[in-house]
């Protein structure tokens, strides 16, 4: 496969795929860029319809956020929300998606939902389907309910941060990628970013992304921690987690990030072009992750369907 370049950056998504398989960060990060074009290799076009793969999990989460957005645009423009009629609605459209996935659509535009368990044909029973849109509908439902939304309703809406923000900023000379679901300026004069969350996390990874969020409200907003709430809102349980943040620890966030982007870059043919190849980045030998990757048809075809 020809080396591939492109501009690096760093996002905490790119940190977990680095954790989890050398040979999968590759692929996602290098081996894909240019997919997108249909007229790109073969192998580039293959690997980038892949990547764009989502487990029926991740398509869930990514239902109830697009659902929450769209409410709390409608909030701000101060129009309410039949709840049962909305949530029915984002089912529905959830019905279609499945459909279009099903029927393998993504192959050619591969920006239209593209589930796993489809392209490696996973058997699942309809109850496994029907149990993740119901539970879709808890998440949402439970969001209605949550105390913070009543207390983010009393605020100005002209100073929510309602998109996904994609935000990038420089972070010693790395471009430094963080998404906070929601932001809004508390009551108090805090600024408070939320993240909805829809299924389990682990306590780390979860700290490390706030901490990030922390650190570009310092950096680049100037808010200093004392005056930021990280809240990590469970819509499952539902469960709202406050986290205060201090200096110190915004301090052993910078540690942790610029080791991320040095072990990154320790892989690199040419750090500075951001050229990588592919032999440098092993295969896991740890098979359980293979078994969810979105890369096993190209990586590890023998492991079947
Ligand atoms: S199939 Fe396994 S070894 Fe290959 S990229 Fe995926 S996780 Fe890594």
Redo the contacts with the bound molecule.
């Keep these: 496969m020809a080396e591939l370049t492109n501009e690096f950056s760093w996002s905490r998504s790119r940190d977990n795929a680095f954790q989890?398989?050398k040979?999968?960060y590759f692929?996602h990060y290098y081996g894909a860029w240019g997919g997108w074009d249909a007229a790109a290799p073969q192998e580039v076009r293959r690997l980038y319809i892949l990547k764009q793969l989502a487990s029926r999990q991740q398509w869930a989460g990514r239902a109830v956020h697009d659902a929450i957005e769209m409410a709390l645009h409608a909030f701000a423009h101060g129009r309410d929300i039949p709840v049962e009629p909305f949530i029915a609605d984002v089912i529905e459209r959830m019905r279609g998606e499945w459909r279009s996935s099903k029927a393998g659509r993504y192959r050619e535009n591969p920006k239209s939902t593209a589930l796993f368990e489809h392209e490696y044909r996973v058997e699942l029973a309809p109850e496994a389907w029907q149990a993740l849109s119901r539970n879709v509908a808890a998440c949402l439902r439970n969001f209605f309910r949550l105390p913070l939304l009543a207390e983010i309703r009393k605020t100005t809406p002209e100073h929510w941060s309602i998109e996904h923000w994609s935000k990038v900023f420089d972070f010693e000379s790395t471009a430094v990628w963080v998404a906070p679901d929601f932001g809004f300026w508390t009551g108090q004069g805090r600024l408070a970013l939320v993240d909805w969350k829809t299924g389990g996390t682990s306590p780390n990874g979860a700290a490390f992304q706030l901490g990030c969020y922390a650190l570009y409200a310092h950096d680049v907003l100037g808010v200093e921690p004392a005056r930021v709430d990280l809240f990590e809102a469970n819509l499952r349980e539902p469960e709202v987690t406050r986290i205060h943040w201090s200096d110190e620890r915004l301090e052993a966030i910078r540690e942790q990030l610029r080791l991320s982007i040095r072990s990154m870059k320790a892989y690199l043919a040419d750090p500075a072009a951001n050229v990588a190849a592919i032999a440098d980045f092993e295969?896991?030998e740890d098979l359980r992750?293979?078994r969810w990757?979105n890369?096993?048809a190209v990586?590890?075809p023998e492991l079947g369907a």
């Design positions: 989890e398989c040979r999968k692929y295969k896991t992750i293979c990757c890369f096993r990586c590890r």
